[in-house]
């Protein structure tokens, strides 16, 4: 029988909790409760009370040993506004039937044209910057990964750019993750049906997203012949157990998903990592000879993958510094105990990826940019759960592979032709929101190598 311990609280205001220290600085106040109450702690705010979690068996337990008992958390209710009952907001039999369904669309096997597109798309970025270093203009790095990234996820799932619908698709996705992050960082909102400004422009946004989505959706379905993309493969995808297909509400769903997920947090990914090769030159010039050496100035493609190994070192490491998914929001649905700490039914955790990527006890120099921590020789004394910028458990990111992928070709694409360079010398600020954005994004020329 095992002995309860108490969960220890960070001390706050006594209506309000931790309610200002979180809007103020959510990553640092909460590194430095870790370091102060240790790997479990609990925040308070307002009514809210909230059990951090930064030790990696602790995370497994609840991502992995007994995952059943605990579904998405309270933020993920607010994306589902505009995601829907896609994969990354669904629960239960309906995720499990959602989950059998897309996941032959990820397989590698079936990503190897997804490939070719991605590298089409990275050739396009390519172009636009070489226009950018030739006028010697300075630009935010992280709108010209945004649209990269929004361009390979449209032709991967509809086998079609989006130049006509982008900059509707940038502004309404924007609008509707400005709308979830006020949301949730604001515990009393005004109800959906209310016609204030706020909702006014989210119902706006929701709408022009699922006209485009829709579109796609109906004019698939009229095609004899379907293209090789994530939609056709979706509309294709028979369930086993029930031999059903995928509604057009459904693919909606997913298609949105797949939208929001897929390009914001790798957008983010390559934002960071340019900002880290520029703090980086050593680092910076061992990618380039690999780059030499494997490519030699031409298109990467799906067989150079696996050859491009530093350069996935360097995302890796990169992601482990500067996780777009932050943090992990779980719920219990019945008491748990975990090594001895009970656990309420209807408890609100925050798996905290950040402060774990770069916990002393698990990471050596946690704070320093190190890629050879994820070599062949040294990834396997990773402990689990000590990174995990996907998810973990049977929740993993179906996306994983795709993303990685992605993140190698655009790299190898840009990183053979250009440099990004800072000129600003203050340090980037980490903007917490739903995922880890630069605050003001990253102001930087384009140089060639």
Same mark, same amino acid.
């Given at each position: 029988?095992?002995?309860?311990?108490?969960?220890?609280?960070?001390?706050?205001?006594?209506?309000? !909790?931790?309610?200002?220290?979180?809007?103020?600085?959510?990553?640092?106040?909460?590194?430095?409760?870790?370091?102060?109450?240790?790997? %479990?702690?609990?925040?308070?705010?307002?009514?809210?009370? %909230?059990?951090?979690?930064?030790?990696?068996?602790?995370?497994?337990?609840?991502?992995?040993?007994?995952?059943?008992?605990?579904?998405?958390?309270?933020?993920?209710?607010?994306?589902?506004?505009?995601?829907?009952?896609?994969?990354?907001?669904?629960?239960?039999?309906?995720?499990?039937?959602?989950?059998?369904?897309?996941? =032959?669309?990820?397989?590698?096997?079936?990503?190897?044209?997804?490939?070719?597109?991605?590298?089409?798309?990275?050739?396009?970025?390519?172009?636009?910057?070489?226009?950018?270093?030739?006028?010697?203009?300075?630009?935010?790095?992280?709108?010209?990964?945004?649209?990269?990234?929004?361009?390979?996820?449209?032709?991967?799932?509809?086998?079609?750019?989006?130049?006509?619908?982008?900059?509707?698709?940038?502004?309404?996705?924007?609008?509707?993750?400005?709308?979830?992050?006020?949301?949730?960082?604001?515990?009393?909102?005004? =109800?959906?049906?209310?016609?204030?400004?706020?909702?006014?422009?989210?119902?706006?946004?929701?709408?022009?997203?699922?006209?485009? %989505?829709?579109?796609?959706?109906?004019?698939?379905?009229?095609?004899?012949?379907?293209?090789?993309?994530?939609?056709? $493969?979706? $509309?294709?995808?028979?369930?086993?157990?029930?031999?059903?297909?995928?509604?057009?509400?459904?693919?909606?769903?997913?298609?949105?998903?797949?939208?929001?997920?897929?390009?914001?947090?790798?957008?983010?990914?390559?934002? &960071?990592? &340019?900002?880290?090769?520029?703090?980086?030159? +050593?680092?910076?010039?061992?990618?380039?000879?690999?780059?030499?050496?494997?490519?030699? !100035?031409?298109?990467?493609?799906?067989?150079?993958?696996?050859?491009?190994?530093?350069?996935?070192?360097?995302?890796?490491?990169?992601?482990?510094?500067? =996780?777009?998914?932050?943090?992990?929001?779980?719920?219990?649905?019945?008491?748990?105990?975990?090594?001895?700490?009970?656990?309420?039914?209807?408890?609100?955790?925050?798996?905290?990826?950040?402060?774990?990527?770069?916990?002393?006890?698990?990471?050596?120099?946690?704070?320093?940019?190190? =890629? +050879?921590?994820?070599?062949?020789?040294?990834?396997?004394?990773?402990?689990?759960?000590?990174?995990?910028?996907?998810? !973990?458990?049977?929740?993993?990111?179906?996306?994983?592979?795709?993303?990685? $992928?992605? $993140?190698?070709?655009?790299?190898?694409?840009?990183?053979?032709?250009?440099?990004?360079?800072?000129?600003?010398?203050?340090?980037?600020?980490?903007?917490?929101?739903?995922?880890?954005?630069?605050?003001? !994004?990253?102001?930087?020329?384009?140089?060639?190598?």
């Amino acid at each position: 029988m095992s002995t309860e311990k108490q969960i220890p609280l960070a001390k706050g205001h006594w209506l309000f !909790g931790s309610l200002k220290e979180m809007n103020k600085d959510i990553l640092g106040f909460l590194t430095k409760q870790r370091s102060q109450l240790g790997d %479990i702690f609990h925040v308070d705010v307002m009514i809210f009370k %909230i059990i951090v979690i930064t030790k990696p068996d602790y995370i497994r337990h609840v991502l992995q040993e007994n995952n059943k008992n605990y579904v998405k958390s309270f933020s993920y209710e607010v994306l589902k506004l505009f995601l829907g009952n896609g994969l990354l907001t669904s629960e239960g039999d309906f995720w499990r039937k959602q989950r059998r369904l897309a996941q =032959p669309a990820f397989h590698k096997e079936k990503l190897i044209e997804i490939t070719r597109q991605m590298s089409r798309s990275a050739e396009a970025m390519a172009v636009k910057l070489e226009e950018v270093k030739q006028k010697g203009n300075e630009i935010d790095i992280t709108e010209y990964m945004n649209e990269v990234t929004l361009d390979i996820v449209a032709a991967a799932l509809f086998s079609s750019n989006v130049d006509d619908k982008m900059e509707t698709i940038r502004h309404s996705l924007t609008v509707a993750n400005e709308f979830a992050i006020s949301r949730i960082q604001h515990p009393i909102n005004w =109800p959906l049906w209310m016609p204030v400004k706020a909702n006014r422009d989210f119902r706006n946004a929701a709408r022009e997203l699922d006209k485009v %989505i829709y579109n796609f959706i109906e004019s698939r379905r009229k095609l004899k012949q379907h293209p090789n993309d994530l939609l056709s $493969m979706l $509309m294709d995808a028979v369930d086993e157990e029930t031999g059903e297909r995928m509604s057009d509400l459904q693919l909606r769903d997913e298609c949105m998903t797949i939208f929001l997920a897929g390009h914001e947090t790798t957008s983010l990914s390559l934002s &960071w990592f &340019w900002l880290l090769m520029h703090q980086h030159p +050593e680092e910076e010039q061992k990618l380039h000879d690999e780059l030499k050496t494997v490519l030699n !100035g031409r298109t990467p493609g799906f067989a150079d993958i696996p050859r491009l190994k530093y350069t996935k070192q360097l995302i890796e490491e990169s992601m482990r510094l500067y =996780p777009p998914a932050w943090t992990v929001g779980r719920k219990s649905l019945e008491a748990d105990e975990i090594d001895g700490y009970k656990i309420s039914p209807g408890q609100n955790m925050m798996l905290l990826t950040y402060a774990v990527h770069r916990h002393p006890d698990y990471w050596d120099e946690p704070d320093k940019f190190k =890629p +050879e921590r994820f070599s062949d020789e040294n990834v396997k004394n990773i402990k689990k759960f000590a990174y995990f910028p996907f998810g !973990g458990g049977p929740r993993l990111c179906i996306g994983n592979s795709f993303a990685m $992928m992605e $993140m190698q070709i655009v790299i190898a694409t840009l990183a053979q032709r250009f440099k990004f360079c800072r000129t600003e010398t203050h340090e980037v600020e980490k903007d917490a929101l739903i995922t880890m954005r630069p605050k003001g !994004g990253i102001k930087m020329k384009v140089v060639a190598v």
